[in-house]
């Protein structure tokens, strides 16, 4: 029997779980800080699945792969960028084996860091950017792309429009809001949720979303604007594990999982239809949304 597509399976009643942090992960395993995090998919390829494991071991749906950073611009920085294509069907393949063929793999794509608004890209060198991606993060056995942390409209939409033209993948988006000083939620571009929703689904995509930058109090009010923006769509959410707090220098995110297990039923009224975790969040953050997620069906 042929494996549901993520709208599929949303769409007859589920709430999915998605994995956590995999950068703070990435650390702890070891990786210096300034080192490429998609390098470690070919010179420590152990670790990067073991991260991949430990998700699904927690009880995780889906499941992202080691490619955050994956655009040529951005591996530039390392000298790698002919190395575009090798690494990012690397970081699939890894994700696609610690996945099985009952998960999916909602191979990541980040912000490339230019913006056509300060002259740094056009429009047409974002979509090639993305292009040359997530071809191969689909040759390496991806099921969606995960288009995450964005927060300008034209560049989610280039993500987005070169999954839909180059790929069978599904297309999930999520922008990354902060709450300003008048309680409104804005990217760092002045992006509101609705605004984001409502861009997203025109462009293509499956499934829209919020990621990074608040917990999951803050992250129920996300998901409700972005509902009322879009009465039908999928919505995903992975919050970070609180608020993070500055202690010596280090950013330290404090919310246990039972704390964020305990905002699960609340976020899924709200309307979220996938949640999960960003940054601080761990396996065990993941294992506790799974109990809460099941605990919505009894």
């Known amino acids: 029997m042929q494996k549901q597509s993520i709208v599929q399976a949303v769409k007859s009643g589920r709430v999915l779980v998605a994995d956590g942090a995999w950068g703070t992960f990435l650390q702890k395993k070891g990786m210096p800080p300034g080192e490429c995090p998609e390098l470690w998919c070919v010179t420590h390829r152990t670790d990067v699945l073991d991260i991949a494991r430990s998700y699904i071991a927690a009880g995780a749906d889906m499941i992202k792969s080691d490619s955050f950073g994956g655009t040529r611009c951005k591996l530039e920085y390392f000298n790698l960028a002919e190395r575009t294509s090798e690494l990012n069907q690397a970081a699939a393949e890894i994700s696609r084996e610690a996945a099985g063929s009952d998960k999916w793999v909602m191979a990541s794509a980040g912000p490339t860091g230019l913006m056509t608004a300060t002259g740094d890209v056009t429009e047409e060198e974002l979509y090639n950017f993305f292009k040359e991606q997530v071809?191969?993060?689909?040759?390496?056995?991806?099921?969606?792309?995960?288009?995450?942390?964005?927060?300008?409209?034209?560049?989610?939409?280039?993500?987005?429009?070169?999954?839909?033209?180059?790929?069978?993948?599904?297309?999930?988006?999520?922008?990354?809001?902060?709450r300003t000083v008048k309680g409104e939620y804005r990217t760092m571009m002045g992006v509101s949720p609705a605004e984001a929703a409502k861009a997203c689904l025109a462009a293509g995509a499956h499934v829209i979303?919020?990621?990074?930058?608040?917990?999951?109090?803050?992250?129920?009010?996300?998901?409700?604007?972005?509902?009322?923006?879009?009465?039908?769509?999928?919505?995903?959410?992975?919050?970070?594990?609180?608020?993070?707090?500055?202690?010596?220098?280090?950013?330290?995110?404090?919310?246990?999982?039972?704390?964020?297990?305990?905002?699960?039923?609340?976020?899924?009224?709200?309307?979220?239809?996938?949640?999960?975790?960003?940054?601080?969040?761990?396996?065990?953050?993941?294992?506790?949304?799974?109990?809460?997620?099941?605990?919505?069906?009894?």
């Open 209 to 298: 979303g919020a990621n990074c930058g608040n917990g999951m109090e803050r992250m129920i009010e996300i998901a409700k604007q972005m509902r009322k923006a879009a009465p039908a769509a999928p919505i995903m959410v992975n919050a970070n594990a609180g608020l993070p707090k500055n202690v010596n220098g280090v950013d330290l995110f404090p919310e246990t999982p039972a704390e964020m297990a305990g905002r699960v039923a609340a976020l899924v009224a709200a309307g979220a239809n996938i949640v999960g975790g960003c940054c601080g969040t761990t396996p065990a953050h993941i294992a506790a949304i799974k109990q809460a997620v099941v605990g919505l069906k009894q």
């Open 135 to 178: 071809v191969a993060l689909a040759a390496g056995g991806a099921d969606a792309i995960c288009i995450e942390t964005f927060s300008a409209l034209d560049e989610a939409v280039a993500a987005i429009r070169a999954t839909r033209d180059n790929t069978a993948c599904e297309a999930l988006c999520t922008f990354t809001f902060e």
